[in-house]
């Protein structure tokens, strides 16, 4: 049995989505420290609102991880994450230590079914430091006098602990 040939046709459209990633403030950060993660959805420049994001922090084999749950995008295409900086973090079952290496964030939207992913953002972070010094708040010109001071880091949430083989240099001013 014969059949007749037929034809159509239909238009379609094509477009680029983009997610593109800014922190504030820049690396380097501390453990402890707050940081906003930044992401803006765009379609063709347009910014796209109501879209969720997912914020990632990248385990060392380049792996994403959810950092924080889903927000979504506002009418300028922002979705904004504000984050204390953890000194842990859990990835697939591996507690991993953030301070003393770098990390790499990442956003990532769902649009239209298709997984769109933005800049990486690498970070070093670092363990918080301080430190304490004790010298006479005054003496006479030419006199001896002693400084003394004690340089720590915190390893965890209110734990100080002494920081070994650091070089410290004291300055004077002429005030």
Do not use: H
């Amino acid at each position: 049995m014969p059949y007749w040939s037929t034809q159509k046709s239909m238009g379609v459209t094509v477009y680029r989505a983009t997610v593109s990633l800014t922190v504030s403030p820049s690396p380097p950060w501390k453990a402890g420290q707050s940081v906003t993660f930044r992401a803006r959805v765009l379609s063709d420049g347009t910014p796209l609102e109501g879209i969720p994001v997912v914020f990632q922090i990248l385990d060392p084999y380049g792996n994403p991880a959810d950092f924080e749950g889903v927000k979504y995008t506002n009418s300028d295409g922002y979705a904004t994450l504000t984050r204390t900086i953890p000194w842990t973090f859990m990835i697939r079952s591996v507690n991993y230590t953030l301070p003393c290496s770098t990390w790499n964030f990442m956003a990532s939207a769902v649009i239209d079914s298709a997984v769109v992913r933005s800049n990486k953002v690498s970070a070093t972070i670092a363990y918080p430091t301080g430190i304490t010094i004790s010298a006479p708040s005054k003496i006479p010109v030419g006199a001896e006098f002693e400084v003394k001071g004690k340089l720590t880091y915190e390893a965890a949430p209110g734990s100080w602990r002494g920081l070994g083989g650091k070089k410290v240099q004291i300055y004077a001013n002429d005030t």
